[in-house]
């Protein structure tokens, strides 16, 4: 199985984001078709989290444990979901 990477367009989205340190903290599946991925993106002011799910991406401002909650949510119908 490849190692998750991320996409393009997240990878563009700003200057600040590829000066920043980006982890994966968590990556699971929605349903059989639809991989979800979290990145920790960080810095010196902080980190906010950004959420794949499936093409889509959105950039969330919120506290790690909220980021990881939406994540095991999102992921409840398969229970298939790794915290890092």
């Known amino acids: 199985m490849d190692s998750p990477s ?4 997240t990878a563009s989205l700003s200057g600040e984001l590829l000066m920043s340190k980006v982890s994966l903290v968590a990556d699971g599946w929605k ?4 991989k979800v991925l979290l990145w ?3 810095g010196e002011g902080g980190y906010s989290y950004e959420l794949e799910v499936g093409p889509r ?21 398969t229970n298939a979901v790794c915290v890092y």
């Not at 991320?6 to 367009?9: K, L, P, V």
């Open 6 to 9: 991320r996409s393009q367009d």
């Open 31 to 34: 349903n059989k078709d639809t």
């Open 57 to 77: 991406t959105s950039l969330m401002n919120c506290s790690y444990e909220y980021a990881i909650e939406k994540v095991k949510r999102l992921c409840s119908e």
């Open 40 to 42: 920790a993106i960080g």
